[in-house]
């Protein structure tokens, strides 16, 4: 699967996970500061949201400090699904629920062990074929092609 990764800081968690993801024989390439600074969080959302909605990433993962503005700013491209996630059951569910197609963490609060528990659960679930499911994303879609 071919994954963009995105940051404003570099940090020792965005090393982890990128390393962790190429490990488990994922095409990596990685965005913002991991690169280069200055990275503003809403210009390295935005960018790497735009080529996963284009089709260039198959998913990205993006960090900021709290993991909320990188999830706003990912979350105002069409087609994206960015999840703020701090643990497992919550990635699990981003997957399942909401066919997340952008995992979002916290630097300050998320710990390696917590952030490869919730790759795990990311990569281990796939979207629900549940009828009501499949509706609330079908609506998701219909209301972002009128706006």
Known sequence: MKIAVGS???AHLTEVIVEELRKRGHEVDTYGAIVTTPAPWTKVAIEVAEKVAAGKYDQAVLFCWTGTGISLAANKVKGIR??????AKTAAGARKWNDANVLCMSLRATSEEVAREMLDAWF??????DEEDVACLRYLEEWEAEH
Not at 82 to 87: E, F, K, N
Not at 124 to 129: D, I
């Open 8 to 10: 404003d800081m570099k």
């Open 124 to 129: 281990e679930n796939t979207p629900s074929t």
């Open 82 to 87: 960015a999840a703020l996630c701090g643990d």
